[in-house]
């Protein structure tokens, strides 16, 4: 099997859920339309065991707007970690516009990357490819 039929099989099989209050994010269809069929985007998240989170395997979650479903006091730093430390096998990434903020939070440590929100859409395919 080479590279490039590993990675379509990747494709077709690998969940990926963004956790975003932005539901326009272009990065979503950008991925779709590069084959990664089975990627959607939630506005928060209701509950650690809904369905569309336990069924993913990379989970990118924004920093700021989601986590207020479960009142985390930190937001998507919060739900991050607290995703990371009820499913550690899931590829967990954040990712925000905002540059300032705590460099040292435990989530940083935690999670398994980061991505700036406005980075180019061919960085997160690049970022799914690692983690797929």
Known sequence: MDIEDSIESKKSRTKILFIDDEVKFKVVKILQAAGWIHTQLIKDVKSLDQIEVKESKIIF????????????KEEGLGLASALKEKYPHKKIIIYS?????????????QVDDSISKDADPYQFQSLVEDHA
């Open 61 to 72: 979650v924004d920093i700021q707007g989601v986590g207020k479903e479960l009142d985390f």
């Open 97 to 109: 516009a905002e540059q300032k903020g705590d460099r040292f939070h435990k989530a940083l440590r």
